[in-house]
């Protein structure tokens, strides 16, 4: 889907690295755009960037564990003004505490909620009135951990993998109705929020870079976008094993912060 200084886009996670990234790339182009966030001081600094970039900008403060008021938001903001691209940004990383032996309760239920249950319901919400127009497109940014049951991060990698298989279902729904939809499966982005997980993180690309790959991806309307390209065969890799192996060296894997 290709944007002009009439599209607008809604970014959420825009106060976060990857989220801030893509509201400059469309600032370039003019666009209005409704960026969404958690922390405050930094959406706003955001924002401004954008307005001085030539962007109309609109702010809202939202926190995705909300998932009621997320909903209603987006069909709030929608009305307003349709929404002609959506780019579901925002989520949360984490992995098994030091010493546990299972990952809490609670960091479970929070990462099924920012992860898989908020932008799967308000893709859903988008997509229903997208669809009534008979245009628009959405991106819901996932990651290549969806592709491996990682003892770790079993919270983190099941929620990106319930959003993976919810946005393939959701775009064989729209698609005859004139609806994109695009999940993007990056690999690590150097983003505070990623380096706040220690260890290694092979093939980081920066967010800037991130972010265009994913514009291109919507822009082409992309199915599925899996990147940088050696987590696309680590995917092949997981899939071809044999089950043995492979949760063996699953098993053997240990937190970053082992």
């Avoid at 200084?5 to 003019?30: E, F, P, Q, V």
């Avoid at 859903?124 to 592709?147: C, D, E, K, N, P």
């Avoid at 982005?189 to 706040?196: F, K, V, W």
Wanted: with cysteine.
């Amino acid at each position: 889907m290709n944007v002009s200084s009439t599209s607008r886009i809604l970014i959420t996670g825009a106060s976060g690295g990857l989220g801030a990234a893509l509201a400059r790339y469309y600032a370039a182009h003019n666009c209005s755009l409704l960026l969404w966030g958690r922390n405050h001081d930094r959406l706003e600094a955001v924002a401004g960037e954008c307005r001085h970039a030539g962007a109309t900008v609109t702010t809202r403060l939202l926190d995705l564990s909300d998932t009621d008021a997320a909903i209603a938001a987006v069909a709030a903001d929608d009305a307003a003004a349709a929404i002609t691209l959506a780019l579901l940004v925002a989520g949360s990383g984490d992995i098994r505490a030091p010493g546990d032996r299972v990952e809490d309760a609670a960091q479970v239920a929070r990462l099924g909620l920012v992860n898989f249950v908020a932008p799967s319901a308000m893709a859903a919400a988008l997509a229903t009135r997208m669809a009534a127009r008979g245009h628009g497109g959405i991106v819901l940014v996932g990651s290549a951990a969806a592709f491996h049951a990682l003892p770790f991060a079993a919270g983190y990698a099941a929620s990106k993998a319930g959003l993976l298989r919810f946005a393939e279902a959701l775009r064989l729904g729209v698609a005859p109705h004139g609806v994109r939809v695009t999940v993007v499966s990056p690999g690590f982005i150097d983003t505070p929020a990623g380096r706040a997980n220690p260890g290694a993180r092979p093939f980081q690309l920066q967010p800037a870079d991130a972010a265009a790959r994913i514009a291109r991806a919507a822009a082409n309307g992309r199915g599925h976008v899996i990147f940088p390209w050696p987590f696309a065969l680590l995917r092949w890799v997981d899939r071809l094993l044999p089950a043995p192996l492979r949760d063996r060296l699953l098993r053997a894997l240990t937190p970053p912060s082992a």
